[in-house]
Every structure is written in structure tokens, then in C-alpha cells.
């Protein structure tokens, strides 16, 4: 199967399929040493790749300046640092990527893809205080960088199918705004939701969020299984919003579920209902027969 774009390339599976394997031993660069450090070494290949991927040199502002933003005044949430917490891999897959000798190259004209490196979780993040202002600020944040480097050229060159896009927040491309103007372009996402109009299965990857700041010494401490005999039958910990307070979805956040858990069992004695992690959070875990995931912006959320 083929799929014809507008210029003189055109666009197979297996193009694609090359692309996520390429993107998949980055992830495992990235992650897997924090779980295998003693037997985990990066493979050097001595050949010349099937993938070549260009990063567009964006102006600071789309990146490392909302880093420098996010640190010298952390927001008021669970996890306020943009290069440590839960939607941190749009930061370190981009070092990552630019960091590669094999597959990153500096010549654009002889890229089969094309990486656009903007931080939009991170500014997005940067804005928790502006309400729901947030959104729409965010929207022309991702059009301004569209904006730019369509003054490449290469956008154009075939509709922007080439180009790669990094969406860690659970809204995935709705923080773009109208993502219809980048639909032909690959998403690299947490939610691989395959009913969402944002994820699409035969283009899209899905990739893990980057989790080595989050390994606390609960796991290293505890070898062996559990003895602990648990007090509790569950547990939940996350955030619990109003269904009215995504614009960006149509539907009730989490559909209710998280709000049904907080208006039935939050004064429970066999189940613990909290809205962010507090100081006892991973005791309580050890403690507790269950512990719920619930849904929160898609159905399958990190």
C-alpha cells in the first residue's frame, strides 16, 4: 500500500514502519538504562540508516526559553518542573534526538522527516494560572511555530506528511488548537486512544511518558513481595475536575468517573480518595488492595 502526496516523494508504510523503529531504539536509549543499567549498553551502528530526521532550529522561545520560564517561577501543581515530571519526555526526547549521531541529520534537503521541537505542555503549563485563558494561548503558541517553519519550505513539500510533532499532555493535539492543519503529520503521544479523532493507528506513536523521575525508593527497598497485610480496599490519587473545565472535550472530564469516586467514597474508611499525591501516598499504596486508574482526558490515559 501506497500513499501518493503532493511533490515527488511518496509516503509507503514500510517508510513509516522504519521511522517507528527508529524512534522506538530512542525511547529504549532513554529509558532503558534506568531499568537495566548493568547489562543495557547503547547499540553503535556502523551503517548508514534507512531514516534520516532533521530538528528545525526554532527560535528559543518554543523551547528552551519555556524552560528557563517554568524555573525560575513553578506553577502550583503536583509537579511544576517541566524537565522532571510527568509530561517531561517532549523535553528529553528532543535532547535525545539531537544528541543522535545516526539518525539526525543537519542537512534538511536530505531528510525523509522532519522534527518539530516545541514545548507546548511545558507553556501550557507555564499558564495554569491564566484559567481557561490557557487554551487559547496555547492554541497561537503551536500556530506561531507552524508559522515558522512553514518559512522553511518544507511544509509545503508534501503538506507537512514528513513532519513530526510531540504531544505529551493528556489533551494530546487538542492543545494545538485546530490540529486539522497538521492531520497529515506524524503525532508522537501518551494516549494511543484508537476512537480518538487525535490518534490515528496506522500513522501515529504511541510512546511512553518518561518516568525516571518518578521511581521513589518504595521499589528498591522491597526486594521481595509484600507482607504487609493491607487496612484499606483501594486507593486513588489524582487530579478530579469539574465538566465543565476542558474546553477542549465536549464530554464530562473522565466522563464523571473520578467525580462519582470523589462524591461516593470520599469519606470512606476502606477507600482512600485524594486529589493530588500527599506525604503518605506510597505507604497507603503498599496498603491497599487495589489501586484505581481511572479514566481522565481519553479512555487508555496515562
Known sequence: ?????????????LRLLFLGLTLSYLLAILSLPHFFPKIFTPIQ??????????????????????????SQNFPEMRDPNCTSNFYSSEVW??????????FVTSDPHEADFFFVPVYGTCFYIN????????????????GSA???IQKWGFWERNGGIDHIFFFSHGNGPRLFGDYNQISKSVFLLHNGQISSPTFSPWRDIVVPPNLNFYFTPIWSSHPQPLTIKPKRLAIFGGTIHGCDSDPL???????????????????????????????SYHEDLTQSVFCLCPEEQERLDT
Not at 551503517?47 to 532550529?57: D, E, G, L, R
Not at 461516593?264 to 477507600?271: A, D, L, T, Y
Open 1 to 13: 500500500y501506497q500513499r501518493r502526496v503532493r511533490g515527488s516523494r511518496s509516503f509507503s508504510t
Open 45 to 70: 551502528s556502523q551503517k548508514t540508516p534507512s531514516v534520516k530526521i532533521y530538528v528545525y532550529q526554532l527560535d528559543p522561545y518554543f523551547n528552551l526559553e519555556q524552560i528557563k520560564k517554568n
Open 93 to 102: 526526547f528532543h535532547k535525545l534526538l539531537v544528541s543522535s549521531l545516526i
Open 127 to 142: 499558564l495554569l494560572n491564566e484559567g481557561k485563558k490557557k487554551f487559547k494561548l496555547t492554541n497561537e503558541f503551536y
Open 146 to 148: 507552524l508559522k515558522e
Open 249 to 279: 472535550k465536549p464530554s464530562c472530564y473522565s466522563r464523571g468517573v473520578r467525580q462519582y469516586l470523589k462524591r461516593h467514597f470520599n469519606n470512606s474508611e476502606n477507600i482512600v480518595i485524594g486529589p493530588t499525591r500527599w506525604d
